[in-house]
């Protein structure tokens, strides 16, 4: 089996502990998968080892050894936007996420996130997102397909080498001065998929101005310093100014199974630009979509 046909494998390397067979670590490990389930997988050819062989439920275990196997969604639900492709050469490939795409697989969307629909469009297991957008955030996402130059990419964003500029439409703020620069502390709430601010240093930090003003509504523009998760919204959430349609700020909203896909969430990654670290010329990316009411 070549590497093509891993395209969206996970992989574990088994710990040292004494299993008598890989079902048996596979059960307890991965608690909320049943064991029927992962020897129904097995069967299926859904395990494999690191020589891209199939393991059969009755496979020993084998400290130390690499074990892919093959995430599964039961009618996973299809994403009905398509994403856009900016650029592609033989270190980068830039791309422009539509609103409700994952960027990798997470929960309930595996093979409808954009990695893996990036791996069978290019029919290349080697990509991987140097850095992310939430599902519901749409814009300019970068990924690595070449593994020798991934990480000088990768640097950029440790080392906060790269300029970012989001949109947002939100409630207008009047009486705020502008340009603004917010910064708090941001914890993980209660709700493991929530941010909140807390007492103490700040940890966050976001530039904000305003470019255009229609009646109650505001474009802002917002740079983030820092890139903590779900920053953005925290911080615009917190000034009074909730961005429209989020689910999750200031107050989460009920939860439903169906995504509303006419009421996007109004925020856009619209440009990214850096130093290449191999070229050392300057390199600018700009989302081709535009938020509107």
């Not at 917002?222 to 919204?233: A, D």
């Not at 917190?238 to 969430?265: K, R």
Request: glycine share 4%.
């Amino acid at each position: 089996m070549t590497d093509s046909h891993l395209f969206g494998a996970s992989r574990v390397r088994l710990p040292h502990a004494a299993y008598p067979l890989l079902l048996d670590f596979l059960s307890e490990h991965f608690s909320t998968i049943s064991r029927d389930t992962w020897r129904q997988r097995m069967l299926a050819g859904k395990v494999l080892d690191e020589r891209r062989r199939s393991l059969q439920p009755n496979a020993s275990y084998q400290a130390g050894a690499l074990v892919y196997y093959f995430r599964e969604v039961l009618d996973e639900a299809r994403v009905p936007f398509s994403e856009t492709i900016l650029q592609h050469d033989e270190h980068l490939l830039v791309v422009d996420k539509p609103h409700f795409l994952a960027t990798q697989p997470a929960g309930r969307y595996v093979e409808e996130s954009l990695l893996r629909r990036l791996m069978r469009r290019f029919d290349n297991p080697n990509i991987v997102p140097i850095h992310r957008l939430d599902r519901l955030t749409a814009g300019v996402v970068l990924f690595s397909v070449n593994p020798s130059s991934r990480d000088a990419y990768q640097s950029l964003f440790r080392q906060r080498k790269v300029f970012k500029c989001y949109e947002a439409l939100a409630a207008a703020l009047p009486d705020q001065q502008w340009p603004y620069r917010y910064c708090s502390r941001l914890e993980p709430a209660q709700e493991f998929f929530r941010m909140q601010e807390a007492a103490g240093v700040a940890n966050s930090e976001t530039v904000i101005e305003v470019c255009e003003q229609y009646g109650d509504i505001w474009r802002y523009r917002l740079y983030p310093v820092t890139g903590r998760k779900h920053q953005l919204r925290v911080h615009l959430a917190a000034l009074g100014a909730p961005i429209i349609n989020d689910p999750l700020y200031p107050h989460l909203q009920t939860v439903t199974e169906q995504d509303d896909y006419a009421q996007p969430m109004q925020l856009l990654a619209k440009q990214i630009s850096f130093i290449d670290p191999l070229s050392g010329f300057l390199r600018y990316f700009k989302s081709e979509i535009c938020l509107r009411l």
